[in-house]
């Protein structure tokens, strides 16, 4: 089962900068995600939030690589569901990867809040929606900000700030 064994976390995001990448595909899936993303960055207490909306999961990377120069941590969220042609397979890796170098390559965390999906009913029960199982939205958010929290508290102990 997706999500048994996760951390609950609500970590300090006071002082942090943090910006939401979302595609647009798929609109309830969506709205639930950055609904849940929402919710975690204002229980987290982060005070500076921006969304940035792009066409589709593919686009995420390119936006992400802009931005994360700018913001102390990142979400990503999209959603891809699997169809009858290659075509989930090559969005989905690319976008995993994409987001997974800019994090390397920037240092800034990137909440992966990219949902994978066979179908629809697994998207819907992922998006933190009233009848959903998971909140894929308000988990990406809030690793994101721990681990944004966690650098900036080693970075301080180590005196890199």
């Known amino acids: 089962m997706s999500g048994h064994g996760a951390p609950t ?3 300090d995001g006071s002082g942090l900068r943090v910006a939401v990448i979302a ?6 899936v969506m709205d639930g995600l950055l609904d849940g993303a929402a919710r975690g960055l204002a229980d987290s207490g982060v005070g500076w939030v921006d969304v940035i909306r792009v066409p589709g999961s593919f686009e995420l990377p390119v ?3 802009r931005l994360a120069p700018h913001y ?3 979400v990503a969220l999209g959603v891809v569901i699997r169809g009858g042609t290659p075509h989930f ?16 390559d920037t240092g800034t965390p990137i909440g992966f809040g990219l949902l994978t999906c066979d179908n629809d009913a697994q998207a819907l029960d992922r998006a933190g929606l009233a009848d959903s199982t998971e909140d894929k939205g308000h988990e990406a958010a809030t690793a ?3 681990t944004a929290r966690t650098l900036r508290d080693w970075a301080t102990t180590a005196g890199e700030r």
């Open 144 to 146: 994101a900000v721990a």
């Open 89 to 104: 397979d090559y969005v989905c890796q690319a976008a995993t990867n994409g987001l997974n170098e800019v994090a390397i």
């Open 72 to 74: 102390d941590a990142l």
């Open 23 to 28: 595609a647009s595909w798929h609109e309830t």
């Open 63 to 65: 936006a992400a690589a």
């Open 9 to 11: 976390i609500t970590p």
